[in-house]
C-alpha cells in the first residue's frame, strides 16, 4: 500500500480547462494517472484531450464518475470557493495546488472543513505521486504538478513544504536504487491543510513504507512537533532537511509561510529538534538520500 | 508590504479607530498649517520613515532626532525644516540612511499609562489571536521572555469575529474600568474590523495610551499586509512606498520574480523557494557569502531567466553567479540556452556556475560546455557552491 492514493484513485481537476491545470491534467493522463473527470463552470458536456468529461459543478463530477480526489488549479481568487465545492460533494481528497491564495479565505476555508470527512493538502503545493510500476515509474498516481518520471516504485515515504526539494530528495533516492511509496507536497503557506505530523502518522501506520524524508524550512513550528511526536512514536528511520538557515528574519522567502518572526520558526530550532528526535540530519541538499541511507544502515 | 504611520492613522480614522489628532505635512509651511488648525497645546512631529527607532535617530546634517515635541505652530515648522529632505539614520536603516520625505504633525498626548494591544494570524490554531499587554511601550518579545504572565492571548473565532465579551475581557485583564471599558470595546471591535476588511496579516499597536484626561487612543502602528490578498486591497497598494524598499526587489517584482537583496557576494538564481533557500545556505555551507534569494518559479522559463540575469547583474556587490535548477518538467536544454543567451546579452565577466538537474541533463549540459562562455558545471549542489566560492576567491 502506500498514503492516501493509489494507483486506482479516480481523480478529477477543478480548473481543467485553464492552462496550467491543463497542462499538468495532461501529464498526469499520460503517467497512467486515472483523470476520470474536469470541471469549469460553463463548460460542462465538453471533453478534454477528447477523453475526459467535464462538468459544470463537483458535484455532478462525482455523481457521474465516482471521483474520490480533486486537484485545484483554480486562480487564487476563486480557489477557496473551489475547495468548499470538493469538500460539500464529499471527496476523500482536496489537493490544492494553487499559490497565491489570501491567509483570510484560507483560514475560514479550513474552519469550515473542520467537520467534514475531506483531508485537504496544500495550498501552494506540488501535490502528491504514488509512483506505478511501470517504466519511469508510470502507472501511478500523479496529482498537481511534480514530474512523474524521477520517481520509483519503492519504500521510502518523502514529506515536504518545498516543491523542488521533494523533487532533489527523489531523484536522488531513485538514482541510488530507492523507490517511494508516496511523495507529498503539503506546500508553503502559513495555513494548509495536512501538516508534516499527519503525513509521519500516515506513513508510520504504512506497511510499505519503510523509511521517511521529511523536508522542511523556516517558519512555524509544525517540523518541531513532527519531531516531537517521531521520538516517541515513529518506529521507522527518519532523514531531514530544513532549509532556510541564512535567511534574514522578518523576510518571507518565496513561500507566504517561509518566515521567521518574533526569533520563532528559525532553521536552528528545527534542525536541534530533528536531532533530538533521533532524526539524521542532512547537511546540504545534496545529502538528503545519504543522509537517510545512513541512518537505515544505523538501525 | 508596510505602510507610513500617518497612513496608519488615516486607516484608524477610516475604521472609527481613536488616534491622537494631526496630520501628514509635505512641506515646512504645510506642517505650520496642520499645527495652526490643531487644538493649540503641544505638539508633536514626527518624521515618516518605515524604519523603526526614529526618535533616537540622528540626521546626517547633525540634526538629533526624528520625533520632537514643540509649543507652537512656529516651532513646528522650523521642526519640519530641519527633518524634510534630510537622511534620517536610525539602529534599523543601515547607515545609509533613509530621506524624509514626509513629516506628522499631530497634538502632542500626556500619557498616563501604555499598553500593548496586538491581532496576528495565528497558524497553530489557524485562527486570529489578539495579544495583549500591560506593558506597553517596549519590545513585546522581551516582555513575553521576561515576563510571559503580564501577555494575554486570545483566540477569535473567525467566523463570529471578536465578541464584546472578549473585547470586555480584554479590557479588563489591562485594568481598563469604568468609562475606559467602553472606549476599549469600541477601539478593540473596530481594529479587529479593519485587520479582517483590509486582509492584514499583522496589526500592532504599541502603544495604546491612556491619557491624563482619561481617552484611550492608538499611539503608534505597525501594519503588515498579506501580499496574497494585495489583488483586492486597491486602497492599500496605493500607500505602497517604493522608495522604501531595496531597489533591487522593486526591478524584480517587475518581473515576477521572487527576489530578496542580501549583502553577500555570490548571487544565485533558483527555481523553487525551498531549493532558493537551501542554495543560499549550502553557499554559506561552502565558506562564501549569499548576495540574495532568488526563485524564478517552479517552471522557470526563459525569458525569467534573462531578467533574472539582469537584476542580479546590477548589483555592483556581485562577483560570482551560482544558477541551480531542477528541471523537473521543463527541459534543461531550453534552460542551458536561456542562460547561455542571457549571460551573452549582458555580458557576464564574473565567474559562473552552473547546476543542472532533470529533464533531458546531458543536452542541456552540452549546450553549456560548446556555448564558448566561460562557465563551470556543478556536479550536484555541493559541488557547485564549491566551485562558485573557489572561483570567486580566486578573482578576489
Known sequence: ??????????????????????????????????????????????????????????????????????????????????????????????????????????MRVKHAMKDSKTRLIGPNCPGLVTPGTGEKSHGGCRIGIAPGYIHKKGNVGVVSRSGTLTYEAVWQLTTRGYGQSTCVGIGGDPINGTSHLDVLKMFNEDPETEAIIMIGEIGGTAEEEAAAWAAQHCKKPIAGFIAGATAPEGRRMGHAGAIVSGGQGTAESKIEAFRASGIEVAETPSDMADALIRRMKRS | ???????????????????????????????????????????????????????????????????????????????ASKMLGQVLVTHQTGPEGKEVGKVFVGEAVDIARELYFAILIDRATSAPVVIASTEGGVDIETVAEKTPEKILRLSINPFLGIMPYQTRLIAASLGLTGPLMNQ??????????????????????????????????????????????????????????????????????????????????????????????????????????????????GGASKEQVASAFR???????????????????????????????????????????????????????????????????????????KKIVAAVKAAA
Not at chain 2, 515635541?69 to 512656529?74: A, E, G, K, N, R
Not at chain 2, 527541459?331 to 547561455?340: E, Q, R, S
Open chain 1, 1 to 106: 500500500m502506500s498514503i492516501l492514493v493509489t494507483p486506482d484513485t479516480k481523480v478529477l481537476i477543478q480548473g481543467i480547462t485553464g492552462s496550467f491545470g491543463a497542462r499538468h491534467a495532461k501529464l498526469s493522463l499520460d503517467y497512467g494517472t486515472k483523470v476520470v473527470a474536469g470541471v469549469t463552470p460553463g463548460k460542462g458536456g465538453q471533453l478534454f484531450e477528447g477523453q475526459v468529461p467535464i462538468f459544470d459543478t463537483v458535484e455532478q463530477a462525482v455523481r457521474e464518475t465516482g471521483a474520490t480526489v480533486s486537484a485545484v488549479f483554480v486562480p487564487p481568487p476563486f480557489a477557496a470557493d473551489a475547495i468548499l465545492e470538493g469538500v460539500d460533494a464529499g471527496l476523500e481528497l482536496v489537493v490544492t495546488i494553487t499559490e497565491g491564495i489570501p491567509v483570510i479565505d484560507m
Open chain 2, 184 to 297: 476599549a470595546s469600541k477601539l478593540f471591535t473596530n481594529l479587529y474590523n479593519l485587520f479582517i476588511a483590509r486582509d492584514c496579516s499583522m496589526v500592532e499597536v504599541n502603544p495604546l495610551v491612556v491619557t491624563q484626561d482619561g481617552r484611550l487612543m492608538a499611539l503608534d502602528a505597525k501594519f503588515n499586509f498579506d501580499d496574497n490578498a494585495l489583488y483586492r486591497q486597491p486602497g492599500i497598494v496605493a500607500m505602497r512606498d517604493v522608495t522604501e524598499e531595496d531597489p533591487r526587489e522593486v526591478e524584480a517584482s517587475k518581473h515576477s520574480l521572487n527576489y530578496i537583496g542580501l549583502d553577500g557576494n555570490i548571487a544565485c538564481l533558483v527555481n523553487g523557494a525551498g531549493l532558493a533557500m537551501a542554495t543560499m545556505d549550502i553557499i554559506q555551507h561552502a565558506g562564501g557569502s549569499p548576495a540574495n534569494f532568488l526563485d524564478v518559479g
Open chain 2, 311 to 385: 537584476i542580479i547583474l546590477a548589483d555592483p556587490l556581485v562577483k560570482g553567479i551560482l544558477v541551480n535548477i531542477f528541471g523537473g518538467i521543463m527541459d534543461c536544454d531550453v534552460i542551458a540556452h536561456g542562460i547561455v543567451e542571457a549571460a551573452k546579452e549582458t555580458g557576464l565577466s564574473i565567474p559562473l556556475v552552473v547546476r543542472l538537474e532533470g529533464n533531458n541533463v546531458e543536452a542541456g549540459k552540452k549546450t553549456l560546455a560548446s556555448s564558448g562562455l566561460k562557465l563551470e558545471s556543478g556536479e550536484n549542489i555541493l559541488d557547485a557552491a
Open chain 2, 1 to 79: 508590504m508596510n505602510i507610513h504611520e500617518f497612513q496608519a492613522r488615516e486607516l484608524f480614522a477610516e475604521f472609527g479607530v481613536a488616534t491622537q489628532p494631526g496630520k501628514v505635512a509635505n512641506t515646512p509651511a504645510e506642517a505650520e498649517t496642520v499645527a495652526t488648525g490643531l487644538s493649540g497645546g503641544k505638539l508633536v512631529v514626527k518624521a515618516q520613515i518605515h524604519a523603526g527607532g526614529r526618535g533616537k535617530g540622528t540626521f546626517k546634517n547633525g540634526f538629533k532626532g526624528g520625533v520632537h515635541l514643540c509649543d507652537s505652530p512656529t516651532e513646528a515648522k522650523d521642526l
